[in-house]
Nanobody, 115 residues
Framework: QVQLVESGGGLVQAGDSLRLSCAASRRTTYTMGWFRQAPGKEREFVATTSWSGANRYSDSVKGRFTISRDNAKNTIYLQMNSLKPEDTAVYYC???????????WGQGTQVTVSS
């Protein structure tokens, strides 16, 4: 079992930056990543990072968001730059084996971007 604890959400203005953190309860080589869900929409993929550092991004965030992983701290981050109102969502941390993490989920952290 892996517990995921998220932090860093908040209210920012369009164009601002924000960094989310997700700390895992134990060391893991699982792929980890971020998903988001806006009101009235389905949860969508944002970014993933493998234990070895291979990163993937959705087209909507590529070039603006950066995912990173600190294996010594069992923590991943999502650096979000040039935020847009359409980035407003609850952001969820996830972890699991393989290339698409879905075995464990965090509680979510709200990101709100005002215009």
């Amino acid at each position: 079992q892996v517990q995921l604890v998220e932090s860093g959400g908040g209210l920012v203005q369009a164009g601002d930056s924000l960094r989310l953190s997700c700390a895992a309860s134990r060391r893991t080589t699982y792929t980890m990543g971020w998903f988001r869900q806006a009101p009235g929409k389905e949860r969508e993929f944002v970014a993933t990072t493998s234990w070895s550092g291979a990163n993937r991004y959705s087209d909507s965030v590529k070039g603006r968001f950066t995912i990173s992983r600190d294996n010594a701290k069992n923590t991943i981050y999502l650096q979000m730059n040039s935020l847009k109102p359409e980035d407003t969502a609850v952001y969820y941390c996830a972890a699991g084996p393989g290339s698409y993490p879905n075995a464990y989920w965090g509680q979510g952290t709200q990101v709100t971007v005002s215009s």
